[in-house]
Protein backbone atom coordinates (compact mmCIF):
# COMPACT_ATOMS: atom_id res chain seq x y z
CA UNK A 1 0.00 0.00 0.00
CA UNK A 2 1.25 3.47 -1.16
CA UNK A 3 0.71 7.08 0.66
CA UNK A 4 -0.37 9.61 -1.03
CA UNK A 5 2.23 11.98 -1.25
CA UNK A 6 -0.22 14.84 -0.27
CA UNK A 7 -1.46 12.99 3.11
CA UNK A 8 2.29 12.49 3.62
CA UNK A 9 2.91 16.07 3.84
CA UNK A 10 -0.59 17.21 5.71
CA UNK A 11 0.81 15.00 8.36
CA UNK A 12 4.07 16.71 8.59
CA UNK A 13 2.76 19.58 8.51
CA UNK A 14 0.21 19.61 11.61
CA UNK A 15 3.02 17.64 13.23
CA UNK A 16 5.53 20.77 12.73
CA UNK A 17 2.35 22.84 14.15
CA UNK A 18 2.14 21.25 16.90
CA UNK A 19 5.80 20.68 17.66
CA UNK A 20 6.47 24.40 16.68
CA UNK A 21 3.59 25.41 19.15
CA UNK A 22 5.35 23.00 22.27
CA UNK A 23 8.62 24.22 21.72
CA UNK A 24 7.59 28.34 21.78
CA UNK A 25 5.39 27.76 24.60
CA UNK A 26 7.70 26.18 26.93
CA UNK A 27 10.15 28.26 26.44
CA UNK A 28 11.46 30.34 29.74
CA UNK A 29 10.79 33.94 29.24
CA UNK A 30 14.82 35.33 29.19
CA UNK A 31 15.15 33.30 26.47
CA UNK A 32 12.78 35.14 24.11
CA UNK A 33 15.38 37.66 23.28
CA UNK A 34 17.89 35.21 21.70
CA UNK A 35 14.58 33.34 19.88
CA UNK A 36 13.58 36.18 18.16
CA UNK A 37 17.32 37.07 16.80
CA UNK A 38 17.23 33.18 15.50
CA UNK A 39 13.89 33.94 13.84
CA UNK A 40 15.12 37.00 12.20
CA UNK A 41 18.01 34.97 10.99
CA UNK A 42 15.74 32.68 9.37
CA UNK A 43 13.25 35.05 8.08
CA UNK A 44 15.69 36.92 6.16
CA UNK A 45 17.13 33.68 4.55
CA UNK A 46 13.62 33.24 3.61
CA UNK A 47 13.32 36.32 2.07
CA UNK A 48 17.00 35.77 0.17
CA UNK A 49 15.22 32.16 -1.51
CA UNK A 50 11.61 34.67 -2.19
CA UNK A 51 14.07 36.88 -4.13
CA UNK A 52 15.53 34.59 -6.34
CA UNK A 53 11.77 32.99 -6.99
CA UNK A 54 10.21 36.27 -7.67
CA UNK A 55 12.86 37.24 -10.23
CA UNK A 56 12.46 33.76 -11.97
CA UNK A 57 12.30 34.27 -15.85
CA UNK A 58 10.89 31.05 -16.58
CA UNK A 59 8.21 32.16 -19.12
CA UNK A 60 7.31 35.78 -20.47
CA UNK A 61 4.68 36.60 -18.38
CA UNK A 62 5.75 38.52 -14.63
CA UNK A 63 2.91 37.04 -13.42
CA UNK A 64 3.66 33.54 -13.14
CA UNK A 65 2.97 31.45 -10.05
CA UNK A 66 6.57 31.44 -8.95
CA UNK A 67 6.59 35.39 -9.03
CA UNK A 68 3.59 35.75 -6.86
CA UNK A 69 4.36 33.32 -4.04
CA UNK A 70 7.68 34.62 -4.16
CA UNK A 71 6.33 38.46 -3.76
CA UNK A 72 4.38 37.07 -1.07
CA UNK A 73 7.14 35.65 0.99
CA UNK A 74 9.12 38.56 0.69
CA UNK A 75 6.05 40.82 2.12
CA UNK A 76 4.69 37.88 4.70
CA UNK A 77 9.06 37.93 6.37
CA UNK A 78 9.46 41.22 5.76
CA UNK A 79 6.35 42.15 8.18
CA UNK A 80 8.25 39.22 10.83
CA UNK A 81 11.23 40.66 10.54
CA UNK A 82 9.90 44.28 11.05
CA UNK A 83 7.46 43.12 13.83
CA UNK A 84 10.88 40.75 15.45
CA UNK A 85 12.95 43.73 15.78
CA UNK A 86 9.96 45.52 17.45
CA UNK A 87 9.70 43.01 20.12
CA UNK A 88 13.10 42.60 20.86
CA UNK A 89 13.46 46.18 21.22
CA UNK A 90 10.67 46.35 23.47
CA UNK A 91 12.04 43.09 25.56
CA UNK A 92 15.59 44.95 25.50
CA UNK A 93 13.61 48.04 27.25
CA UNK A 94 11.95 46.19 29.87
CA UNK A 95 15.50 45.65 31.07
CA UNK A 96 17.02 48.99 31.55
CA UNK A 97 17.06 50.53 34.24
CA UNK A 98 14.73 53.09 35.36
CA UNK A 99 15.61 57.04 35.21
CA UNK A 100 14.60 58.56 38.45
Excluded: C
Excluded at 38 to 59: F, M, P, R, Y
Excluded at 60 to 75: C, K, M, P, R
Amino acid sequence: MEIDPFIFRLSIFILSIFVGYYVVWSVTPSLHTPLMSVTNAISSVIIVGAIIAALSDSSESIFDTSNIYGFLAIVLAAVNIFGGFLVTQRMLQMYKKKKK
